[in-house]
């Protein structure tokens, strides 16, 4: 049974340009939440899919967006890339209705910006 | 404003002995609190929860404790192995109409056993 899956593992961007990351949600999820760890910091919250519509979203401005496909499928988009973005980008699947605190990580994607 | 906060960045123990970490929360309205472990390259793999209206959850060697009037969580591992080597997060939910909300993390704490 595979978790969840992201890509690419790691992706070195300029500053200015957009990136697009990927996540594939464990088997039998049907919501995608995408968290920003930082050097030395806990996850933080950016934003939540679910039935391809954003659910929740965190403090973070609107140059990070994402999308959420028929098959559960997501993506984040980063525009006009900051130094600042460079960190471990979680992908977190989980049932919408679930109260089993089912939330699967990935082994995210490490952005660096230079 | 940080509304879980690890005060311990680090932790170092002996093989055998327990480990004790702790988290501090502000934020009063949490339904459940969540303990994930994570190694380096891998993502947060979730370990023990509690409900806001419990005090105490054993699973295993790990046992998570809450005091709801000093807004405190504490993880206990007994007894503590090298395996258990990894960063551990402390991170609060709400509960919104039947769904769970997002998870508000701790900034970390990480725990070396040594053999």
């Known amino acids: 049974d595979a978790g969840v899956t992201q890509s690419p593992t790691h992706l070195i961007k300029t500053r200015g340009q957009q990136v697009t990351l990927r996540c594939s949600p464990k088997?039998?999820?049907?919501?995608v939440s995408w968290y920003q760890q930082a050097l030395g910091q806990g996850p933080q919250f950016i934003f939540q899919?679910?039935?391809?519509?954003?659910?929740q979203r965190g403090n973070f401005p609107d140059r990070f967006s994402g999308h959420q496909f028929p098959n559960y499928s997501s993506e984040l988009n980063v525009n006009a890339l900051l130094l600042g973005d460079s960190a471990l980008y979680l992908c977190?699947?989980?049932?919408?209705?679930?109260?089993?605190?089912?939330?699967?990580f990935g082994s995210g994607t490490r952005l660096t910006v230079v | 404003d940080q509304q879980v906060k690890q005060n311990s960045p680090s932790l170092s123990v002996q093989e055998g002995r327990i480990s004790i970490l702790n988290c501090d929360y502000t934020?009063?309205?949490?339904?459940?609190f969540l303990w994930y472990k994570k190694y380096p390259a891998e993502g947060p793999t979730f370990l023990i929860s509690?409900?806001?209206?419990?005090d105490k959850n054993e699973d295993g060697r790990f046992t998570v404790f809450l005091n709801k009037s000093a807004k405190h969580l504490s993880l206990h591992i007994v007894p503590s192995q090298p395996g258990d080597s990894a960063v551990y997060f402390c991170?609060?939910?709400?509960?919104?109409?039947?769904?769970?909300?997002?998870?508000?993390f701790g900034k970390g704490t990480k725990l070396s056993v040594k053999p």
């Open positions: 934020n009063s309205m949490f339904d459940y």
């Open positions: 991170a609060g939910v709400r509960i919104y109409g039947g769904s769970q909300g997002n998870l508000i």
């Open positions: 977190a699947s989980s049932l919408f209705r679930g109260l089993d605190y089912g939330y699967t």
């Open positions: 509690i409900s806001s209206i419990k």
């Open positions: 899919y679910y039935e391809e519509e954003e659910r």
């Open positions: 088997s039998g999820h049907d919501t």
